[in-house]
């Protein structure tokens, strides 16, 4: 779990690289660096459970980051999606970058959909406003991360985005 909190923080940094607003890359920045700590917490304490064997203090400990990885990956993952709205730069030749841009796109082009079914079929009330019962949700980055089949052949203990790779690899 600590290594996939590892390729949730990669993911943000590449796209706050390639994000065209400041304010949206310097808080995908920052929920990026906030992933990461817990991410290295979370490993950490692993390790001394794993040292220490069975002790309620520590898989309370355990558990309780575990719970702050997810929100923190959250976190992360909105302020992608702003990102995203925001705009997107050229990615670069590097093909992690590729990928991250090309799984932005497919979200970015699945929101515009979304949105324009709901233009054309929503119900409105008598005043005009669409009535929230019947209106679905719109697509996140969460439930596309969701959707994708997790890539569990051939994955490392502890992955290396640096030989061969790449954030999209494994399962967020």
């Known amino acids: 779990i600590a290594s996939d909190g ?5 993911f943000g ?11 949206c890359s310097t808080e995908l920045l920052r929920a990026s660096e906030h992933t990461h700590t817990i991410s ?10 794993a040292v220490t064997g069975e002790s309620k203090a520590c898989s309370e400990l355990l558990l309780s980051n575990v719970q702050n990885l997810v929100r923190a990956a959250q ?5 992608a999606e702003a990102a995203c709205v925001k705009g997107l730069g050229q990615p670069s030749p590097d093909p992690e970058e590729e ?3 090309a799984f932005c796109l497919q979200w970015k082009k699945n929101l ?24 679905k949700a719109e697509p996140t980055l969460m439930a596309l991360v969701q959707e994708q089949p997790p890539q569990t052949r051939n994955i490392p203990k ?8 790449t954030v999209m690899d494994r399962h967020l």
């Not at 590449?14 to 304010?23: N, Y």
């Open 13 to 23: 940094h590449i796209l706050a690289k390639q994000c065209l607003d400041q304010r």
């Open 40 to 49: 290295s917490q979370l490993g950490i304490v692993a390790r001394v459970k």
């Open 75 to 79: 976190h992360v993952l909105r302020a």
């Open 99 to 101: 990928e991250v841009a």
């Open 112 to 135: 515009s959909w979304h949105r324009a079914r709901e233009a054309l079929h929503s119900s409105r009330d008598e005043l005009g406003l669409r009535k929230t019962r019947e209106a």
């Open 158 to 165: 502890h992955p290396s985005p640096r030989k061969g790779h």
């Open 6 to 10: 590892q390729v949730v923080v990669r």
